[in-house]
């Protein structure tokens, strides 16, 4: 499954749900992976931008894999993402990562400064060196230095144990890595608004979703139709996400998708800061539209699953 051919699919970021009091709410935690898994999605991914990492100590990271590893089964990926502040931390989450049985590890730059394109290709070729699971590139620009296309491309052909990349920021590393001429990669989606178009161009293998964490059934059939070909099926899916997009994007990254976990029963919302009155009234109306949206559109999506079964 973790070779350069086989990490497909619809993949779920999920969150990292906490109690009110701060710690780590692992019965939500199962309940929200176990609910990904049987809508379909062909596997998970913790602890990455979704699973708020930079908030996470290095036990809690070590706690979710582990636990996540007794849920998830062997046919079905278990990708762990590595990001810290230094090489060094991110070596010792992966050795962790691949001592609980994880599949392979995502690694972004790491955060807060920001450094050049040969300081970030030295260090995926550092890095790659220690790290005993194979890697992909975690494109993170929004959070963390950028890794260009160009650089992307470099480190997936000469270095063996890079075996392709999750590209949060845009698609064009995706385009180049799809020439035919290039040993094959992993070549997946990580921001859901450029899901579709890569889909449709041809140039993706799926996605690392946080969408697909909290609402699976809606990128799992935008996946499969979009890989499968079924046009019908792929508007229809594509439609509801960008009916989706918008409202999630009214908020700061991950507070959206934390609460459709809470509307859906599996977290607590427990958001990184406290909200103002208007954000909470903001909250509010987002909560009642999702649950308005999502009659309508989990009546549309277990047609398209009824009419395209997996």
């Not at 502040?85 to 807060?112: E, I, K, M, N």
């Not at 909250?283 to 999502?294: G, K, L, N, P, Y």
């Not at 009546?299 to 997996?310: F, I």
Request: some cysteine; overall charge negative.
């Amino acid at each position: 499954m973790t070779d350069r051919n086989g990490v497909r699919g619809a993949i779920a970021a999920l969150l990292s749900p906490r109690t009110q009091s701060g710690s780590l709410d692992l019965d939500q935690f199962e309940a929200n992976l176990r609910l990904v898994l049987d809508q379909g999605a062909t596997g998970v991914c913790l602890m990455g931008a979704t699973g708020e990492y930079p908030r996470a100590s290095l036990e809690e990271r070590h706690t979710v894999v582990q636990a996540a590893r007794q849920w998830v089964p062997k046919d079905k990926l278990l990708a762990v993402a590595v990001g810290a502040a230094a090489l060094a931390d991110s070596v010792r989450l992966a050795r962790h990562a691949h001592a609980a049985g994880a599949d392979l590890v995502l690694l972004p730059v790491p955060f807060f400064f920001r450094y050049s394109q040969e300081d970030v290709e030295h260090l995926y070729r550092c890095a790659a060196a220690e790290i005993p699971l194979p890697v992909l590139i975690y494109n993170l620009p929004a959070f963390t230095g950028a890794v260009e296309p160009l650089t992307a491309v470099r480190l997936i052909q000469s270095v063996d144990n890079i075996i392709g990349i999750k590209d949060s920021g845009g698609i064009e590393s995706l385009e180049l890595l799809s020439a035919p001429d290039l040993r094959p990669s992993v070549r997946l989606v990580g921001n859901d608004s450029h899901l579709a178009q890569a889909l449709e161009r041809g140039i993706c293998g799926g996605a690392i979703s946080g969408i697909a964490g909290v609402v699976p059934e809606l990128t799992v059939s935008l996946v499969d139709a979009g890989l499968s070909g079924d046009k019908q099926a792929f508007a229809q899916a594509a439609a509801l996400l960008d009916e989706l997009l918008p409202q999630v994007d009214q908020f700061p990254a991950t507070w959206g998708l934390k609460l459709i976990a809470a509307s859906r029963g599996f977290g607590d919302p427990c958001l990184s800061l406290p909200l103002s009155p208007a954000r909470q009234a903001q909250a509010d109306r987002f909560t009642e539209w999702f649950e308005s949206w999502w009659k309508s559109a989990s009546r549309t999506l277990a047609q398209l699953t009824a009419s395209n079964p997996a």
